[in-house]
């Protein structure tokens, strides 16, 4: 299986403390770069998430985003030391029957440090939610590469299928295009009144097929074909690869160009370089 550099996945979670929604997506990079915006409460999961990305991705920009809501019970509910609050009554008692303050006041007694606190929400247990949250949608990521990736490859195979037509068409026209080129020289020559030495003539003849055989051009086309329809198959971290082998793609094309004196092979030589050009940018999105 390829995968794309380009993926999105989103995932939505609920829970006694509150709700968090975990954003996840990417594009093309030539190697691997992440981001992260994150509430500042969950700063320090940062290293922990670069590592999950390290180690299930090799390339892409990718950009991970945490909104995260506390329910307002979770957040704002107090607890109330009733040992400390007992001593503080005792002692204002104790005061009080000296004379020395004429009533205790409960809203008084809350008031000393420490009586009262603010239930602090229990982080390790929302970080734990946190972190299986994100796997789950780091799955989800991760099959929406693959599925474009798929897509990618299904074309890619069809622009292949495309050059292995237009090697064959070459091949098959080649024979016909030689014995054109001598007919047409001959003939120049016997207009011309040129009388030439027959194996002098057979000679030049030879010497120009040599110059317009492209059979090993397309015998490397065709290689290149089966190289790539193997990488593909193979799967995996690819991209670079594939990206190789458009080059050579590209140099039997330029050469299959230069050669080419039909107005047939020439219309197959450009056909060559589109269809090596929309695999090109394909591949430029492939992992």
Request: some cysteine; hydrophobic content about 40%.
């Amino acid at each position: 299986m390829i995968y794309s550099m380009t993926g999105f996945a989103r995932r939505e979670i609920k829970a006694e403390w509150g709700s968090a929604v975990w954003e996840i997506r990417s594009v093309n990079q030539r190697y691997l770069e992440t981001f992260f915006r994150l509430p500042e409460q969950f700063r320090s999961l940062e290293p922990i998430l670069r590592e999950r990305f390290r180690k299930g991705l090799q390339r892409g920009k990718v950009e991970c985003a945490l909104r995260f809501s506390m329910n307002d019970a979770a957040s704002n509910s107090i607890n109330v030391n009733q040992d400390l609050a007992k001593q503080v009554v005792k002692a204002a008692a104790s005061i009080k029957s000296k004379g020395k303050v004429s009533k205790i006041n409960a809203a008084d007694v809350l008031k000393w440090p420490g009586v009262i606190a603010a239930q602090e929400a229990d982080m390790d247990t929302i970080q734990s939610d946190m972190l299986k949250a994100f796997d789950d949608t780091f799955k989800d990521f991760v099959a929406s590469r693959a599925s474009e990736g798929d897509n990618m490859k299904v074309l890619i195979e069809q622009r292949l299928e495309g050059i292995q037509a237009e090697s064959n068409k070459v091949a098959q026209h080649m024979p016909t295009v030689i014995e054109w080129q001598k007919d047409r020289i001959r003939t120049k020559f016997t207009e011309a009144n040129i009388e030439l030495d027959a194996t002098r003539v057979e000679q030049e003849m030879v010497l120009l097929a040599q110059k317009m055989d492209v059979a090993e051009e397309l015998d490397r086309l065709n290689s290149h074909v089966s190289e790539t329809m193997s990488i593909l198959k193979k799967g995996g971290a690819v991209g670079r690869r594939l990206d190789f082998m458009m080059q050579e793609f590209n140099r039997e094309a330029n050469t299959l160009g230069s050669k080419s004196i039909n107005s047939d092979i020439t219309q197959s030589a450009v056909e060559l370089k589109v269809l090596i050009e929309q695999m090109r940018e394909q591949i430029q999105n492939i992992e």
